[in-house]
DNA sequence: CTTAGATACATAATTCACTTATGTATTAAT
DNA sequence: ATTAATACATAAGTGAATTATGTATCTAAG
């Protein structure tokens, strides 16, 4: 598990990607997926993603459908044309942060 | 200048890793070496610094010792044995948690 | 069958590292 | 003389996260 001091900040950049990446995604399938990718480093808890949800979809970055499963109620987001530009701009953004870390602390990172 | 968010968590790391690479430093010193090093990206501020610096402190990272320039003081910052140590844990840290997001943004970093 | 663990959503209370604001004082430049 | 840079320090406020709590369904194990 990474110090989760680091992970502050990059929420909303994972979010963003994996949707882009992988398309239409409920929140439960999102915190599973990133646990996957990240090789169980990075465990996104729900009072963190919902939150996180609800305010992109304020903002016209994802749109919602939701499907009955059973008796269980699902809520699937993907990007809005507005969200796939953010997308762009937040994982750019983060390249540049990594540049300049790389910089400021000597190391070759990747 | 980087969003600030991003920045989060790294203050402590940063701070340690150019005072092991610079030797002693001031605080004013500190911050005008990493707006250098990051190409004016990362500005460190006194508000984040110097309470950062006294905690180090307290926790036996880093030792001080003043000096008169003038009529001015100055308090050198330098690494003890144990700063040592948290310098090559905390920059691993980064390093790992930089692999991490590459893996689950799926961006070549670096 | 019933209990635990996984699935699936949601929100409120709290934390804590940071920003912003404020304060003091010296030195250099215009 | 006034502004900007140098140099330290701390208090108040912010906000994105953690932690805690709540509801409910599905599945596997014993």
Same mark, same amino acid.
């Given at each position: 598990? /990474?110090?989760? #001091?680091?992970? +502050?900040?990059? *929420? ?6 994996? *949707?882009? @990446?992988? &398309? ?11 646990? #996957?990718?990240? @090789? @169980?480093?990075? %465990?996104?808890? !729900? ?5 996180? %949800? /609800? +305010? %992109?979809?304020? !903002? &016209?970055? =994802?749109?919602? #459908?939701? #499907?009955?499963?059973?008796?269980? $109620?699902? +809520?699937?987001?993907? =990007? ?5 530009? =953010?997308?762009? !701009?937040? $994982?750019?953004?983060? $390249? !540049? ?7 400021? =602390?000597? $190391?070759?990172? &990747?």
């Amino acid at each position: 598990m /990474h110090s989760p #001091e680091l992970l +502050k900040g990059t *929420l909303q950049t994972i979010v963003l990607k994996v *949707l882009k @990446d992988n &398309g239409r995604m409920y929140g439960y399938e999102i915190t599973q997926r990133v646990k #996957e990718l990240s @090789d @169980d480093r990075i %465990l996104i808890t !729900e009072g963190a993603l919902y939150p996180a %949800l /609800h +305010k %992109l979809e304020a !903002e &016209g970055m =994802l749109k919602t #459908e939701t #499907e009955n499963i059973g008796k269980r $109620v699902r +809520k699937y987001y993907s =990007l809005t044309p507005q969200g796939r530009s =953010l997308v762009k !701009e937040r $994982v750019n953004e983060f $390249v !540049e942060f990594i540049k300049t870390m790389g910089n400021v =602390l000597q $190391v070759n990172l &990747g």
